[in-house]
Nanobody, 125 residues
Framework: QVQLVESGGGLVQAGGSLRLSCAASGRTVGHYDMGWFRQAPGKEREFVSAVKWSGDSTYYADSVKGRFTISRDHAKNTVRLQMNSLKPEDTAVYYC??????????????????WGQGTQVTVSS
């Protein structure tokens, strides 16, 4: 089992920045690829970014490429998502996810085996 707890969401103006953190725990958490998804009201959960278990590969949705940066700290079992130049369309609940396989194409929510409880990000215009 892997447990994921997100933090760092909040309200920010357009153009601002936020950093999300995901604290992971569990005996084999270090072997999982980790990612972030988001879900806006009335929309499906969509992929944002992923980082390989080794930390040496990352993957981004086109909508956030160049603005968001994902990283992981094995020593602290933490995954972070630095979000810059935020836009109102980034408003959503952001979920941390863990999966056993690296995605070769943009993954759906079926990619993840474990989920966090989510953290709200609201970007005002």
């Amino acid at each position: 089992q892997v447990q994921l707890v997100e933090s760092g969401g909040g309200l920010v103006q357009a153009g601002g920045s936020l950093r999300l953190s995901c604290a992971a725990s569990g005996r084999t958490v270090g072997h999982y690829d980790m990612g972030w998804f988001r879900q806006a009201p009335g929309k499906e959960r969509e992929f944002v970014s992923a980082v390989k278990w080794s930390g040496d590969s990352t993957y981004y949705a086109d909508s956030v490429k160049g603005r968001f940066t994902i990283s992981r700290d094995h020593a602290k079992n933490t995954v972070r998502l630095q979000m810059n130049s935020l836009k109102p369309e980034d408003t959503a609940v952001y979920y941390c996810a863990a999966a056993r396989t690296w995605p070769l194409i943009i993954p759906t929510s079926k990619w993840a085996e474990f989920w966090g409880q989510g953290t709200q990000v609201t970007v005002s215009s």
